[in-house]
């Protein structure tokens, strides 16, 4: 931390702990510098948020911290120009993947931190959009109105009466959720949530949920209209113990081998936290846990002749089935 960025963090403790106004000279001597360094302290603090005012029609004029409600915890982010700048870029992609209602909430601190890159270190917030990008791919469109109604559940825990559109079934119903998480997962939103209907654990893909509303709570049928909380590790261990976004608890091992060629970048990917890697020969063997095997074929269909399902055989003759479907589109 340099002398100037600790001496700014020094001035904003003493105006935080002092209730009587500091003139110039005050502060000056508290520091050890010159009023003019004062001066210009207190106009580099203004900018990141301290309202610090200057009153002159009063017997003893002076400088008075007027929002010390609102940085009580502010003195303890002092950062050099490396972290600001990552933490500017950080907020500069969150923009674009985090829901709307989360964007908005950290706007405030983006633009004090884009206030002191520009000032200090003449980083422009706007050439962020030119030299850093996110590129989405095959992401389906969703309500914005839906997943910030998503998001305050969570936050609030709302139980909610969702209309929901199956793409496989072609059909619409009306859901009864209590919603335990929001996940990103390949560039879309996906729900977890209680089903009060079926008493079970769903997932369902935001994009397929189309209205919301609140289920109020009823204060004499309290047992069965409140918001049912699952623990996170009965959630993981339904979601994350096999592969793909809708799992469930795994029951099946895949043992794939990819080609030499496609070994160089597949070893150095995750596909599940609970995955197996072998290398012989330059190419790489893994071992996936699975239950729904869906998502799974579409990963390996991806590889076409670089990749060979070795077990089980259920999932070598489904993926032969496929290849075998896809050849007569070309018949």
């Known amino acids: 931390m340099s002398n100037k960025t600790d001496r700014q963090r020094k001035l904003l403790d003493f105006l935080l702990s002092v209730r009587v106004l500091q003139t110039p000279q005050d502060l000056a001597i508290k520091m050890e510098v010159?009023?003019?360094?004062?001066?210009?302290?207190?106009?580099?603090?203004?900018?990141?948020?301290?309202?610090?005012?200057?009153?002159?029609?009063?017997?003893?004029?002076?400088?008075?911290?007027?929002?010390?409600?609102?940085?009580?915890?502010?003195?303890?982010?002092?950062?050099?120009?490396?972290?600001?700048?990552s933490l500017l870029i950080s907020h500069h992609l969150l923009k674009h993947q985090s829901p709307p209602i989360i964007v908005d909430k950290i706007k405030p601190l983006q633009d004090k931190i884009a206030a002191i890159c520009q000032k200090e270190f003449h980083i422009l917030e706007?050439?962020?959009e030119n030299r850093f990008q996110v590129l989405s791919f095959a992401t389906r469109a969703h309500s914005k109105k839906i997943l910030s109604a998503i998001c305050l559940a969570i936050l609030q825990k709302n139980r909610l009466l969702v209309t929901h559109y199956s793409r496989g079934k072609n059909t619409t119903s009306k859901r009864d959720i209590s919603?335990?998480?929001?996940?990103?997962?390949?560039e879309n939103w996906y729900v977890d949530a209680y089903v009060h209907d079926i008493?079970?654990?769903r997932t369902f893909s935001l994009d397929c949920i189309t209205k919301t509303s609140i289920i109020k709570l009823d204060i004499k049928q309290k047992s069965t209209t409140a918001y049912k909380?699952?623990?996170?590790?009965?959630?993981?261990?339904?979601?994350?113990?096999?592969?793909?976004?809708?799992?469930?608890?795994q029951d099946k091992t895949a043992i794939l081998e990819f080609s030499e060629f496609t070994s160089r970048w597949v070893k150095d990917e995750t596909w599940h936290t609970c995955q197996k890697d072998k290398i012989k020969n330059k190419k790489l063997t893994r071992e996936i846990p699975y239950k729904n095997d869906r998502?799974?074929?579409?990963?390996?269909?991806?590889?076409?002749?670089n990749i060979k399902v070795i077990a089980p055989q259920e999932l070598q003759n489904k993926?032969?089935?496929?290849?075998?479907?896809?050849?007569?589109?070309?018949k």
């Open 34 to 85: 010159d009023e003019r360094t004062i001066k210009r302290d207190i106009f580099d603090l203004r900018i990141v948020g301290a309202d610090i005012k200057y009153h002159r029609n009063i017997p003893q004029p002076g400088y008075e911290l007027t929002n010390k409600e609102h940085i009580q915890q502010y003195p303890n982010l002092w950062l050099d120009k490396q972290e600001l700048s």
């Open 126 to 128: 706007f050439l962020l």
């Open 179 to 186: 919603v335990q998480r929001l996940s990103r997962y390949q």
């Open 199 to 201: 008493k079970q654990i």
């Open 229 to 249: 909380t699952i623990r996170k590790e009965e959630l993981d261990a339904k979601f994350l113990t096999s592969f793909g976004i809708f799992a469930g608890l």
């Open 295 to 305: 998502e799974l074929i579409m990963q390996i269909l991806k590889y076409g002749e």
């Open 319 to 330: 993926i032969k089935n496929k290849l075998q479907q896809t050849l007569k589109q070309y």
